[in-house]
């Protein structure tokens, strides 16, 4: 059993820091709305007053921010108490330097650090079914795998510090691309007088399956667990995933890699949250192209 401190205890947090109280760990979280700490509290963790008080003398500490911005703030605010010989696990989706960062304020303290970025949505972090996504020394996976498994059902060591957060920024522009896709196909497959059951069976057995049909599909009813069920309530709100289509363009530039399906799917992204999709959940972007008529 470990001591753990949680820090940002939101969709994808709270149940995380559920289950490693599930798993007999002492979980600390801290989260600054008083709706996410009321949900952990009654889910098991003790609630830290400040996050240095919820990061002091734990053997481990936790992430799980929005961006890079939060999770730099939060260990510069941290940087004196974590504690040396304790391991800072960050799985927040950020951009590289940001990661970086996280890593040299750990490295500081001495501590050990991993960048372990998550798939699988808010189902993955209740069913402990996520695939992380991590980066660090191999002193560092070996130390952070443990409670990672606890958390997730697939641990992909990518490489060194920061490693994960490219694997991540490189999966969520398929993401991106795969979901505005599946959106755009239902979409016109309703107009062509196909119920939404009929193409959600072909599509998730045949050559256009993804992980946007199979557990995400972006309409009603195929899928009972997907947004699309609950009103397109986040889930993985559409300001997240124009967040990482933004850091996958920052790769792309800075590599120089060609991504035209990519730049274009953070444009249809951002044009969604600037008519206030912000808050609904990415699959919600079929209602933006339900709304728009072809006119070519
Ligand atoms: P969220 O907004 O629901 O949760 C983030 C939480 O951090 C919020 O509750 C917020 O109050 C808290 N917070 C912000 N600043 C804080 C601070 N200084 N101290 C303490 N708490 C603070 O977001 P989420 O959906 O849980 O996503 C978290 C991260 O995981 C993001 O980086 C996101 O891109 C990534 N992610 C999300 C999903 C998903 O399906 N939601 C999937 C994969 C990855």
Not at 136 to 156: H, W
Request: with cysteine; net charge negative.
């Amino acid at each position: 059993m470990a001591t753990i401190g949680f820090i940002g205890l939101g969709n994808m947090g709270g149940p995380m820091a559920a289950n490693l109280v599930k798993a007999g760990h002492a979980v600390t979280g801290y989260d600054l709305s008083q709706e996410a700490r009321a949900a952990a509290a009654d889910a098991g963790c003790a609630i830290g007053a400040t996050v240095i008080e919820t990061a002091e003398d734990k053997d481990i500490i936790v992430t799980m921010l929005p961006a890079g911005t939060h999770v730099v703030a939060v260990f510069e605010e941290i940087a004196d108490v974590i504690g040396s010989g304790s391991l800072a696990i960050e799985c927040s989706t950020v951009d590289i330097p940001s990661a970086q960062k996280a890593h040299e304020i750990a490295a500081s303290a001495g501590a050990l650090s991993v960048d372990a970025p998550v798939s699988g949505g808010i189902m993955g972090a209740i069913n402990a079914t996520l695939t992380f996504m991590a980066g660090g020394t191999a002193q560092a996976l070996d130390a952070a795998t443990p409670i990672l498994e606890t958390m997730g059902a697939k641990v992909v060591r990518c490489g060194d510090a920061t490693a994960g957060q490219a694997a991540k920024v490189c999966n969520n522009m398929i993401l991106a691309i795969t979901m505005i896709g599946t959106a755009e196909a239902f979409e016109m497959g309703q107009r062509l007088g196909l119920t939404n059951q009929a193409l959600f069976d072909v599509v998730s057995t045949a050559s256009g399956q993804s992980w946007s049909t199979t557990t995400y599909c972006p309409v009603p009813g195929p899928v009972p667990t997907s947004p699309a069920n609950n009103d397109y309530k986040p889930g993985f709100a559409a300001e997240l995933m124009l967040k990482d289509l933004g850091l996958s363009q920052d790769a792309a530039k800075q590599t120089g890699a060609y991504t035209p399906l990519g730049s274009h799917a953070r444009e249809l992204y951002k044009e969604f949250c600037s008519q206030g999709g912000g808050n609904v959940d990415f699959s919600g972007i079929i209602k933006m192209l339900a709304e728009t008529e072809n006119k070519g």
